[in-house]
């Protein structure tokens, strides 16, 4: 409920309930309305002290508390060195502050005169904490007040419904220490991993060498080493062969060119020099000549061609066929005829081989780098391996530290839950009390309205105040809030235990942390979420209860939603539909108002979380 509605319930019905009885109640004893009085001022005090309390401020001290307690991280919320302070704000607040002189120098003469800036902060650092504690005081001085009211008329509504919300505002500080000392066990749950984690790689260095198999991929591959710079070694000397071989086949080839060249020349030179028909003999004379030219010429161009490109020296053409379609047969087969390479097979083999040489030679360097990567990996295990049980032993020992700082956490936010737990379930109590009270009230004035003439009843208080359901229903909203505030700090030891329950169950036998006890932080954990379903269950029969008293109001159905969806969170995936279902009930013809933007941020959440 919004302060400013509080304030002016507690306005209403304080005058109402109690001294509202002064005037519209002629009938009662002058006693009771002496009490009636009194209560009323001791109401009106306690609202006073109320509505001067800020929640805000109350939610900001543990967070001060726990930022302290990072000092020794550099964190200084006090602010002691306020010239410090001000050295390292003081270009944003420049920048702010020309910004602001831009946009309203316009309206304003001159520069404004701060005064002493340095020396207002001082004051303000230093009255942080009094303001911190005037503002529980203020909560303090309330109850006082509304206790003395309720000595002094026990069956004032309002006086019990007052004391519950300030008991509802005890139980939230609680609530709020209890979450904040909740968030420093997160930090040694991670550092429980952490060890763990450290300790699975320290045992697995105590016999890395050994367990890794890393001398035997080691000796695998100085073998595959061994094999390939033997294939090296044969393959270079192929090589070299191949050189000579190709040399000797130039040098072959070039004279078979030459041979060749010279026979041409012959040839033509006869051509030139034509028959000597003077000679009788001449013309046999040439063609003998021509004829020994020509035979040269081929002989050196077979000779050339064989050089060059190679032969099949035992082949022979195919019988059967003529010179053109015949085939190439050795021994009556034209399958694997024997083959004299000639000087272009000898060059491509000279590219392959080069070719394979090449790739050999990487891989040789590879293999040789992998090696050596290995060897040196091989050092550092054995270097790791001296250190790993040293390592293991301090994790171990730390790890029983952690353990024990995360058990005094659980239990110092736990001790804080209880806290918030009976403030709240006071605050329950209380505004029960309020609703039956105002029951009471609200059945007295019907019978007495009852009593009197239609013409009396129309302007009578007792008619009006008859039909004031809405007070009860108030009150019974209170109740079930308070039940849900129960319900949520179960939910933060349910949380809490089960996230210990999972970290202990992991690393409890890593870290050997005998003190472990996963299964009894389960025990706690399902202790804690039975106790949370029973207050959700108890917050919803009184929310139908209020539901049917206040008309039906849009603001129950939206409460009613807000209590299932604790549901979802202990697990009851069932409830998600009807938490959404819920909420569109309520923000229907409301969805822009700016008073359910809440609401409306909690629904999308939700859609988008299914």
Known sequence: MEQKTVAGIVVVVAFAVCGGLLFVLP??????????????????????????????????????????????????????????????????????????????????????????????????????????????????????????????????????????????????????????IAVEAEPLRYELFTLASRVNEDTQSETLVEDSGIEEVINILGAEAGTTEKAIEADRAALAQLDQTIQERERELEEARSRLENARVAMDQLKAEGIDFADPKGADQFAERYSEADRSYREALSAVYALEHGTYPNASLDRSGDALTGRYVENGSPDDLTISYGL??????????????????????????????????????????????????????????????????????????????????????????????????????????????????????????????????????????????????????????????????????TLALSEADPSGEKEIADEAKDAGIEAIQTAMNELADAHQKGGRHWTFTAQAAGTTYLMVLFGHEQYAQDVVAGYRQALEGREEEPYTAKLAARLSQLQGRR
């Open 27 to 180: 009938s009662l004893q002058s006693a009771d309305r002496t009490a009636d009085e009194v209560a009323s001022e001791h109401i009106e005090r306690a609202r006073r002290y109320l509505h001067n309390y800020s929640a805000s401020i109350a939610h900001t001290a543990p967070l001060l508390d726990q930022m302290r307690g990072l000092a020794d991280e550099g964190v200084d919320v006090d602010a002691e060195d306020i010239e410090g302070l001000l050295e390292s704000a003081e270009s944003l607040y420049q920048e702010e502050y020309e910004a602001n002189w831009e946009q309203f120098a316009a309206v304003v003469e001159g520069r404004p005169d701060f005064g002493d800036i340095e020396g207002q902060i001082s004051q303000a650092v230093n009255a942080r904490d009094g303001l911190i504690e005037k503002n529980e005081e203020l909560l303090a001085a309330a109850l006082r007040e509304v206790d003395q009211a309720i000595r002094e008329s026990s069956s004032c509504a309002e006086a019990h419904r007052l004391k519950g919300v300030i008991l509802y505002h005890q139980g939230l500080g609680h609530l709020t220490n209890a979450r904040m």
């Open 344 to 509: 272009t097979h000898y060059v491509n083999d000279r590219a392959v081989l080069a070719a394979r040489l090449e790739s050999e030679e990487l891989a040789l360097d590879a293999l040789l780098s992998d090696v050596a990567r290995l060897e040196n990996a091989k050092e550092r295990y054995a270097a790791k391996k001296d250190l790993a049980l040293e390592g293991i032993q301090e994790a171990k020992a730390r790890a029983v530290e952690v353990l024990e700082e995360l058990d005094a956490v659980m239990e110092d936010a736990e001790a804080e839950g209880d806290a918030a737990i009976e403030g709240f379930t006071q605050s329950a109590r209380a505004s029960k009390s309020a609703a039956q009270y105002a029951g009471n009230w609200i059945r007295d004035a019907a019978d007495r309205a009852r009593d009197l003439s239609a013409s009396a009843r129309e302007y009578s208080a007792y008619e009006s105040r008859s039909k004031d359901n809405w007070l009860v229903a108030a009150s019974l909203a209170q109740v079930a809030d308070a039940h849900l505030c129960i319900a949520w700090a179960q939910h933060a030891v349910y949380e809490g235990r089960m996230l210990n329950h999972r970290v202990l169950t992991d690393v409890a036998e």
